[in-house]
T-cell receptor, first 115, second 114 residues
């Protein structure tokens, strides 16, 4: 099976712009989670989607949003970009939602640089 | 709320030496614990996980970890380090009430000296 894919891999934006990142989960996986990784804050949970519905959300401002499509692919959007949004954004998929012991499979990430 | 503490942001060992990466957790409920590895410019790869049952968990690439409830620890070990083990390692906990999101430690960068 192909792994989790994320596009684009690298992105440069300027402050105030918005950005959309894409994630395709492993075939058959229905849950997609997003994480932000920065040197200062480490890995932080953004949100989780299952069956096209946001199920959990981390402590991020409303500028961060996402959605999931019927084929389980997910996008996340960041509006009004700030310098602090520069990070590696990781997507992870798992077969179901609510199963705490399930492994989350991570993609390679999208590295976003905000200038 | 759950949290994870990884002692030592950088660990350096010689090739062939024992690898010991420390992880302590706090959780209001019995946790599920994970170790992930991240190689440069890559995502996270699961090494091993503890859910229930045997407290000594064996993972990929010769790594293992032992869940010690009395010490709230889940340290990662490997008997003999290899150059290819050089990477960043993250301990994570799951199963806080109502949320399945992983809570990660700050990571430990492992350096392997020839």
């Amino acid at each position: 099976k192909a792994g989790v894919t994320q596009t684009p891999r690298y992105l440069i934006k300027t402050r105030g712009q918005q950005v959309t990142l894409s994630c395709s989960p492993i075939s058959g996986h229905r849950s997609v989670s997003w994480y932000q990784q920065t040197p200062g804050q480490g890995l932080q949970f953004l949100f989780e989607y299952f069956s096209e519905t946001q199920r959990n959300k981390g402590n991020f401002p409303g500028r961060f949003s996402g959605r999931q499509f019927s084929n389980s692919r997910s996008e996340m959007n960041v509006s009004t970009l700030e310098l602090g949004d520069s990070a590696l954004y990781l997507c992870a998929s798992s077969p179901r939602m609510g199963e705490y012991q399930e492994t989350q499979y991570f993609g390679p990430g999208t590295r976003l640089l905000v200038l | 709320a759950q949290s994870v503490t990884q002692l030592g942001s950088h660990v350096s060992v010689s090739e062939g030496a024992l690898v010991l990466l420390r992880c302590n957790y706090s959780s209001s409920v019995p946790p599920y614990l994970f170790w992930y590895v991240q190689y440069p410019n890559q995502g996270l790869q699961l090494l091993l996980k503890y859910t229930t049952g045997a407290t000594l968990v064996k993972g990929i690439n010769g790594f293992e970890a032992e869940f010690k409830k009395s010490e709230t620890s889940f340290h990662l070990t490997k008997p003999s380090a290899h150059m290819s083990d050089a990477a960043e390692y993250f301990c994570a906990v799951s199963k806080d009430t109502g949320r399945r999101a992983l809570t990660f430690g700050s990571g430990t960068r492992l350096q392997v000296q020839p």
